[in-house]
């Protein structure tokens, strides 16, 4: 079967690390990415997965992606639907179907893929001689209740330890594939009783005469809320690429995490407060480096050449220098997709500096002082300034730089200093006769506000003054020489924000948008879906939120003074340095953090 897969899927024969086992009695599992391959296998943590998965001996996992356009009608017609890409096993065939979902703009996908596969999208209309829709990824661990009607069962937060949880659960529980076939609601109840399972029927949402949520009930003995699981050893996993294949949004790059989270809560960022604890790698904990070390170098790391240090705050790893430099003395291309300008020390520069990466991403987010305390990123321009000339001795010649717009109390003047501080960069680096920048890039995103953020009670930006922020941009730019403005669409901004804090009530707006390839507009008007006041309100301090169903693990009031303080312009005092990377006692270092969210009083057990 491999051969021949392979011979027929080019993507395949491309891949380096791909996992073939027999099926035999095995329980087999569609890990699924709800978009193309090229974006899905660019996701370490779908790989992680698929990795872990392979790694049970009473599991196999093959992989599914989102067809092209111009590939889903085919499917669609075709006999078996859609198939696993190893071994082309129908996705009604299997005993599992996982979504890694990372996207709420991929939350319609989800949707799509079950329709391809000829199963019945809706969860109460599938049983137990269908596959266990399972989901997980970060969307998941954010706000899962828009897909609430789709997926069986959600696994929130980390994955090394919960998913070989959850699988031994499953096989204990028997599939249907071994013929031991139980009743899908005794499973999923079963199921619930994993940490960090989230099984969303077992909870009932009710509404007030506005829409908002007014109760969240616990069905059948289900946790209320449910707890994250949190890796608290990354030493003990390897959390790098397990396949490697040219067709990524890296090209072939070996991937491998030296951090994750991050120590220094900017008031719009998920990663600052859902994966808390921080926790960075050191040199000994990065397993690829390791066994380079032992002489044991892994094949698949050696043949890219180049490897990709991943993680929400590199830079803020203080073992990331010698990471990077380690990975540089074995002749390896060290590669990062972003650094904080504040802590880009000169020894990563230089490693970077040895390999062909010409372009170094920096995420100010905002221009002024005063909007950046706004925000809780008070870096100061003399850091960019730094971070760029370090970067420009060490070879590189292109600067991104990521805004926003929309921010609390943004205005005009604050608009028109990213055009400023665009040219003052050019000013003093950009390239003349000798080295220097040559192509500076603005990327420009509307602020969508996050689930378990200060800024979930603050509402979206109106189109037209977005828009008009946008014109000030493109006029502010336009004849600044190596500068390329890029200001994502605000419509989409708006989807995505939706999505975000949206409820179960999502579903049947998900679905008519998978039916009909896309169309937002009308299906967000069939069904009577208010933009204004799911995006434009400011939530109440004590509203019950659909994510209230979850609980990270963070204080709602903390995150409420932030959002005060936020209006007021002020800083908190650990806004300045992380906590120590190798302290264990993570809590101590945010003391607000240290009394864990019990949900809402509205939340029942019933």
Same mark, same amino acid.
């Given at each position: 079967?491999?051969?021949?897969?392979?011979?027929?899927? $080019?993507?395949?024969?491309? +891949?380096?690390?791909?996992?073939?086992?027999?099926?035999?009695?095995?329980?087999?599992?569609?890990?699924?990415?709800?978009?193309?391959?090229?974006?899905?296998?660019?996701?370490?943590?779908?790989?992680?997965?698929?990795?872990?998965?392979?790694?049970? $001996?009473? @599991?196999?996992?093959?992989?599914?992606?989102?067809?092209?356009?111009?590939?889903?009608?085919?499917?669609?017609?075709?006999?078996?639907?859609?198939?696993?890409?190893?071994?082309?096993?129908?996705?009604?065939?299997? #005993?599992?179907?996982?979504?890694?979902?990372?996207? +709420?703009?991929?939350?319609? &996908?989800?949707?799509?893929?079950?329709?391809?596969?000829?199963?019945?999208?809706?969860?109460?209309?599938?049983?137990?001689?269908?596959?266990?829709?399972?989901?997980?990824?970060?969307?998941?661990?954010? &706000?899962?209740?828009?897909?609430?009607?789709?997926?069986?069962?959600?696994? @929130?937060?980390?994955?090394?330890?919960?998913?070989?949880?959850?699988?031994?659960?499953? *096989?204990?529980?028997?599939?249907?594939?071994?013929?031991?076939?139980?009743?899908?609601?005794?499973?999923? =109840?079963?199921?619930?009783? @994993?940490?960090?399972?989230?099984?969303?029927?077992?909870?009932?949402?009710?509404?007030?005469?506005?829409?908002?949520?007014?109760?969240?009930?616990?069905?059948?003995?289900?946790?209320?809320?449910?707890?994250?699981?949190?890796?608290?050893?990354?030493?003990?996993? #390897?959390?790098?690429?397990?396949?490697?294949?040219?067709?990524?949004?890296?090209?072939?790059?070996? *991937?491998?995490?030296?951090?994750?989270?991050?120590?220094?809560?900017?008031?719009?960022?998920?990663?600052?407060?859902?994966?808390?604890?921080?926790?960075?790698?050191?040199?000994?904990?990065?397993?690829?480096?390791?066994?380079?070390?032992?002489? +044991?170098?892994?094949?698949?790391?050696?043949?890219?050449?180049?490897?990709?240090?991943?993680?929400?705050?590199?830079?803020?790893?203080?073992? %990331? $220098?010698?990471?990077?430099?380690?990975?540089?003395?074995?002749?390896?291309?060290?590669?990062?997709?972003?650094?904080?300008?504040?802590?880009?020390?000169?020894? *990563?520069?230089?490693?970077?500096?040895?390999?062909?990466?010409?372009?170094?991403?920096?995420?100010?987010?905002?221009?002024?002082?005063?909007?950046?305390?706004?925000?809780?990123?008070?870096? =100061?321009?003399?850091?960019?300034?730094?971070?760029?000339?370090?970067?420009?001795?060490?070879?590189?010649?292109?600067?991104?730089?990521?805004?926003?717009?929309?921010?609390?109390?943004?205005?005009?003047?604050?608009?028109?200093?990213?055009?400023?501080? %665009?040219?003052?960069?050019? =000013?003093?680096?950009?390239?003349?006769?000798?080295?220097?920048?040559?192509?500076?890039?603005?990327?420009?995103?509307?602020?969508?506000?996050?689930?378990? /953020?200060?800024?979930?009670?603050?509402?979206?930006?109106?189109?037209?003054?977005?828009?008009?922020?946008?014109?000030? *941009?493109?006029?502010?730019?336009?004849?600044?020489?190596?500068?390329?403005?890029?200001?994502?669409?605000?419509?989409?901004?708006?989807?995505?924000?939706?999505?975000?804090?949206? #409820?179960?009530?999502?579903?049947?707006?998900?679905?008519?948008?998978?039916?009909?390839?896309?169309?937002?507009?009308?299906?967000?008007?069939?069904?009577?879906?208010?933009?204004?006041?799911?995006?434009?309100?400011?939530?109440?301090?004590?509203? /019950?939120?659909? !994510? #209230?169903?979850?609980?990270?693990?963070?204080?709602?009031?903390?995150? !409420?003074?932030?959002?005060?303080?936020?209006?007021?312009?002020?800083?908190?005092? &650990?806004?300045?340095?992380?906590?120590?990377?190798?302290?264990?006692? !993570?809590?101590?270092?945010?003391?607000?953090?240290?009394?864990?969210?019990?949900?809402?009083?509205? &939340?029942?057990?019933?």
């Amino acid at each position: 079967m491999k051969t021949s897969t392979i011979i027929r899927n $080019p993507l395949l024969a491309a +891949e380096r690390g791909t996992v073939y086992k027999p099926r035999g009695n095995r329980l087999v599992f569609a890990l699924a990415f709800p978009n193309t391959y090229h974006v899905g296998m660019s996701s370490l943590g779908f790989q992680m997965v698929y990795r872990l998965l392979n790694e049970l $001996p009473d @599991v196999v996992c093959e992989r599914v992606f989102l067809p092209d356009p111009e590939e889903r009608e085919r499917v669609a017609n075709s006999r078996l639907g859609l198939t696993t890409i190893e071994s082309n096993i129908p996705l009604r065939d299997v #005993d599992v179907l996982g979504f890694s979902v990372y996207f +709420e703009l991929d939350y319609a &996908n989800v949707a799509a893929i079950l329709r391809l596969a000829g199963l019945p999208p809706l969860a109460r209309d599938r049983n137990e001689e269908h596959p266990l829709v399972v989901a997980g990824g970060p969307a998941m661990s954010i &706000n899962p209740e828009p897909l609430a009607e789709f997926v069986d069962v959600v696994a @929130v937060g980390d994955g090394e330890e919960l998913v070989p949880e959850m699988m031994a659960r499953i *096989l204990e529980l028997g599939s249907s594939r071994a013929g031991e076939v139980i009743d899908r609601g005794e499973m999923l =109840k079963a199921l619930a009783q @994993v940490p960090g399972l989230y099984v969303p029927s077992l909870y009932r949402f009710e509404y007030d005469d506005e829409g908002r949520v007014a109760e969240i009930k616990a069905l059948n003995g289900a946790p209320l809320p449910v707890k994250k699981r949190v890796t608290l050893d990354l030493g003990k996993y #390897d959390v790098s690429s397990a396949i490697v294949t040219p067709n990524t949004e890296f090209g072939g790059m070996f *991937l491998t995490e030296i951090a994750r989270g991050c120590a220094r809560g900017c008031r719009f960022c998920f990663a600052g407060y859902g994966y808390r604890p921080v926790r960075y790698r050191k040199t000994e904990e990065v397993h690829p480096l390791n066994a380079a070390k032992r002489g +044991e170098p892994s094949k698949a790391v050696l043949e890219a050449g180049r490897v990709g240090l991943v993680g929400s705050s590199l830079s803020d790893n203080p073992w %990331c $220098p010698e990471i990077a430099a380690a990975f540089a003395e074995l002749g390896l291309e060290v590669n990062v997709s972003s650094v904080r300008a504040e802590t880009a020390k000169e020894e *990563l520069m230089q490693a970077l500096g040895k390999g062909t990466q010409r372009t170094l991403t920096l995420a100010p987010e905002a221009a002024t002082d005063r909007l950046r305390r706004v925000i809780k990123k008070p870096l =100061k321009d003399e850091h960019l300034h730094r971070a760029i000339a370090a970067a420009v001795a060490n070879g590189v010649t292109g600067i991104k730089l990521y805004f926003m717009i929309g921010l609390p109390t943004e205005t005009e003047e604050d608009v028109e200093a990213i055009c400023e501080l %665009c040219r003052s960069i050019m =000013k003093e680096h950009g390239a003349k006769s000798g080295p220097g920048i040559r192509t500076l890039t603005v990327s420009v995103s509307p602020l969508v506000p996050k689930p378990f /953020t200060p800024f979930q009670w603050h509402p979206m930006e109106s189109r037209s003054a977005l828009e008009n922020k946008k014109r000030i *941009l493109e006029s502010g730019l336009k004849n600044l020489r190596g500068v390329k403005l890029v200001v994502e669409s605000v419509r989409l901004s708006e989807l995505q924000a939706l999505l975000a804090r949206g #409820d179960r009530r999502l579903g049947a707006v998900l679905l008519d948008v998978a039916d009909s390839g896309g169309g937002w507009k009308s299906a967000l008007r069939q069904h009577g879906v208010d933009l204004e006041h799911h995006l434009r309100r400011e939530r109440g301090r004590d509203e /019950t939120f659909p !994510w #209230d169903v979850l609980d990270l693990g963070l204080n709602r009031e903390m995150l !409420w003074r932030e959002y005060q303080l936020a209006l007021r312009g002020l800083l908190t005092q &650990n806004s300045q340095e992380p906590p120590a990377a190798d302290d264990p006692k !993570w809590m101590e270092s945010s003391p607000e953090l240290a009394n864990s969210s019990k949900g809402t009083a509205r &939340n029942a057990q019933g």
